[in-house]
């Protein structure tokens, strides 16, 4: 029998509808690549074997007597930022360690009422703030095409296991380029929607303007597939939208002909690695042989993007983390005085990229220090957000690079906090203007490690995005490559 994990998330529901495997033969499949990868990769928190299997049984049973859910029997990888109902969920920080949330968030409900078989919970930077996955409080992923190298952040486990292929698919989140990244990293498509367009119930939030829930597959289908259950309006949500959800995969083969392609010369600098530069514009002028129109374009308050990121979303965050004190979640640590239990469970609960942030997102809201930097850097992200716009009465879709470089080696950034914020630098824009960006394979470097397109597109145009992509990698072969494991 072929090796099962090698199927697609749409090649293996074609399977799973003709009965040629069983949920159960697949989710095996995956538990025992787990098995096998995990002590080099290290992409999960927790594994729910038993879980999986029992529900892997339960879409066998339904699948016999007709049921024909979107993803039923389908193995997934869910970042543990997202709440699952008994399952541990320790957004990848000491200080929630040994929480079971009883509820799940929005987008587990979906994807289960869609017949998902949950595999475990992926690890993270510690609330989701990094771009390497080493910010995790209890482990380091390893980038499956170069175990030496991280996967990228902070998405990290989700990404290397989908790569990996320890997970057919998973979910990421995306505060500034957190699907994206891995996404790119590890040689796989990542998503980040509208913001607005999935829910974040059930999401631990870190910066909450501009927090997203992204899908994370080994092809743009897949990726629409996951969309498709994930999307929609949510009362539960007063920020999700209610808008229609377009039928994705219905608009998947619309092609790119006379698709006017924005290139942002802002994108285009020095010190970009220049393999990745040369794939990124190998991969625009394939659009173009699609196809498409290419033009350039202007995005001038690029440069402003990580500045005003990191007052906003270390302020947001700032407000956000103040719930963990030990009292409602997590492990306490008990003194005589309430603010001394308050000081030694959050000082032994946080690491400490999560103490700077509080720190400086403290320091940004203080009075006397408001106006000068939370309130101008939301002036700037206005002006961001207004490139966007103008550019889109222009073009259909921006493409760019996601990162400066390809995956960098572990313990190359972690003590130089700058130089791992400087990798965000094309991943912020699209997260400050609230618009989507999808990140998939174009290329590999000299070292053979995966090269990732950026596509950015109007608030709600994620058909667009998944048609675009889904052009370039049918006619292209960098999606089939899989890292030697
Ligand atoms: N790398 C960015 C940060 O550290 C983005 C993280 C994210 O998107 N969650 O904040």
New binding site residues.
């Given amino acids: 029998m072929t090796d099962l994990t090698q199927l697609s998330i749409t090649e293996a529901l074609a399977q799973l509808r003709a009965k040629t495997i069983s949920a159960v033969d697949l989710t095996r499949a995956y538990l025992t690549r787990i098995e096998q990868l995990e002590p080099a990769i290290s992409a999960y928190i927790t594994v729910t074997s038993e879980r999986a299997l029992k529900d892997a049984e339960a879409a066998d049973k339904a699948r016999a007597a007709g049921d024909e859910r979107p993803l039923l029997g389908i193995p997934m990888a869910i970042k543990d930022v997202l709440s699952t109902t008994g399952v541990e969920t320790t957004c990848g920080s000491k200080i929630l360690r040994g929480y079971v949330p009883v509820y799940s968030a929005t987008v587990i409900q979906r994807l289960e009422a869609a017949g998902m078989v949950m595999l475990g919970k992926a690890n993270m930077?510690e609330f989701?703030?990094?771009?390497s996955t080493e910010n995790s409080a209890f482990q380091i992923t390893h980038n499956p095409w170069d175990t030496e190298r991280v996967p990228g952040?902070?998405s990290g486990g989700s990404a290397a296991a989908v790569a990996a292929r320890m997970a057919a698919g998973a979910l990421g989140?995306?505060?500034?380029?957190?699907v994206r990244?891995p996404a790119g990293f590890c040689g796989i498509v990542g998503l980040k929607p509208s913001y607005g367009r999935v829910s974040r119930y059930g999401l631990v939030a870190?910066g909450s303007s501009l927090d997203c829930i992204g899908p994370m597959a080994r092809t743009v289908e897949d990726a629409a597939r996951l969309l498709q259950v994930i999307a929609g309006h949510d009362r539960l949500d007063s920020t999700s939208m209610d808008i229609a959800v377009p039928d994705y995969l219905a608009v998947l083969n619309g092609g790119v002909k006379g698709l006017r392609i924005g290139v942002p010369r802002e994108y285009f600098i020095e010190g970009i690695q220049p393999e990745s530069q040369a794939a990124v514009q190998a991969a625009i002028r394939q659009l173009e042989s699609l196809g498409a129109e290419i033009i350039d374009i202007s995005l001038p308050h690029t440069d402003y993007s990580l500045p005003v990121y990191y007052i906003i979303?270390p302020a947001e965050a700032s407000a956000n983390l103040a719930r963990y004190d030990g009292i409602r979640f997590g492990p306490k640590i008990d003194k005589k005085e309430m603010w001394d239990t308050y000081r030694a469970t959050r000082g032994q609960g946080f690491g400490p990229e999560v103490k700077r942030r509080i720190m400086l997102g403290t320091y940004a809201l203080s009075a006397g220090y408001y106006d000068a930097y939370y309130g101008k850097a939301q002036q700037v992200r206005t002006l961001i957000k207004q490139d966007f716009e103008k550019a889109f009465e222009k073009v259909d879709v921006i493409a760019a690079p996601v990162t400066p470089r390809t995956a960098f080696k572990i313990g190359e950034n972690i003590n130089d906090p700058l130089q791992m914020?400087l990798?965000?630098v094309f991943t912020l824009p699209a997260?400050l203007a609230g618009v989507p960006g999808l990140s998939l394979p174009c290329g590999h470097d000299n070292a053979g490690l995966p090269i990732g397109l950026q596509l950015i597109g109007r608030a709600f145009s994620e058909d667009v995005l998944l048609r675009a992509a889904h052009a370039y990698e049918q006619s292209t072969e960098w999606h089939k490559a899989l890292p030697a494991l």
């Fill in positions: 930077d989701a703030m990094g771009s952040g902070s989140t995306d505060t500034g380029g957190s990244t870190f979303a914020y990798e965000d997260s």
